[in-house]
Each structure stands twice: as C-alpha cells, then as structure tokens.
C-alpha cells in the first residue's frame, strides 16, 4: 500500500537525479547530491535511496566514480555511509557538530567529511 507522499518523492528522486546527470555532463569532476534530511535518522531509507539515485544515474551513464552522496551526520547517517562506502559509493557526511560526532565519522570512513 502506498504512503501519502510516496509518489512526491519518487518524482522528486528522478528529478534531482536527471538535473544531477544534467551537471554532470556540464562540468568535470565530481557531482555532490543531497540527500533528503527527513531520512536522517532511516539507514535503510537513505541506502535505498542513494541506490535509487544510482540507477537514475547509470541510465544517463555517469560513472559512479564522479558522484558523490552527502548525508546527514546522525547515527543512522554514519551507518548509511559505512555501508554504502563498503559497496564502493562515496559519501560526504554533514552537519558534524560534536567531537562524538567526528569520533563515529573517522571509524565510518566517508570518502569526505
């Protein structure tokens, strides 16, 4: 059964991945893409969604090695990132605000913090 604003956000994904395949082709180097702050605190939520991103990507044939996924700094943030990283995806961790913070981000190991 589909959630209210389900829909939104699948459009929303497609579109934010079709603008970033779009810089992508403009400019060299990498291409950073936000994730959505309403999944800081969902691992599995912001995983699904960067694969989402991923594939929308691939369809526009951006190399993985040009993107790079930044992700809020929660404890499922961290997490996020540790996985996603562990598959080979970079990630940029935001919003450090306390040494504990930075203390999880070195042992997570993002590609940018």
Known sequence: ME???D???CYLTKALGNVGAELALQVPGRVSTEIDARLAYDT???VQRVHELLQIYN????P???LLFKIPATWQGIEA???LESEGTQTHLTFVYRHVHAL????SQPYFL
């Open 44 to 46: 599995q939520g912001i």
């Open 104 to 107: 999880c981000l070195i042992w």
């Open 3 to 5: 959630k209210p604003g």
């Open 64 to 66: 993985s090695e040009r």
């Open 81 to 83: 990132s540790r996985l």
């Open 7 to 9: 829909r939104m956000s």
């Open 59 to 62: 369809e526009h044939d951006i």
